[in-house]
Nanobody, 124 residues
Framework: QVQLVESGGGLVQAGGSLRLSCVAS????????MGWFRQAPGKEREFVAAITWSGGTRNDADSVKGRFTISRDNAKNTVSLQMNSLKPEDTAVYYC?????????????????WGQGTQVTVSS
């Protein structure tokens, strides 16, 4: 079992930066692939980025490539999402997710554990 708690969301102007963090409970955090997804009002949940347990593989959505960076610290049971050059279209609730697999996945249905989400609002 893994429990996830996100933090770091907020209101920022376009071009600004935010850093989201997700703290996981559970002694097997280091074996899970972690992901970030987002969901804007009236839209489906969208993949943002994912990282394997070793940090050796990252998979970023095209819409955030070059702007967002996912990282993890297994010693602190934490996965982070550094978001730079934010755009109004990045506005959404951002969710941290965990998958009991060594492979990344872009499909929300393949993640078994989810946080409660944190709101990110980018003003123009």
């Amino acid at each position: 079992q893994v429990q996830l708690v996100e933090s770091g969301g907020g209101l920022v102007q376009a071009g600004g930066s935010l850093r989201l963090s997700c703290v996981a409970s559970g002694r097997t955090f280091g074996t899970y692939t972690m992901g970030w997804f987002r969901q804007a009002p009236g839209k489906e949940r969208e993949f943002v980025a994912a990282i394997t347990w070793s940090g050796g593989t990252r998979n970023d959505a095209d819409s955030v490539k070059g702007r967002f960076t996912i990282s993890r610290d297994n010693a602190k049971n934490t996965v982070s999402l550094q978001m730079n050059s934010l755009k109004p279209e990045d506005t959404a609730v951002y969710y941290c997710a965990a998958r009991s697999s060594v492979r990344v996945s872009t499909f929300a249905a393949e993640y078994g554990y989810w946080g409660q989400g944190t709101q990110v609002t980018v003003s123009s």
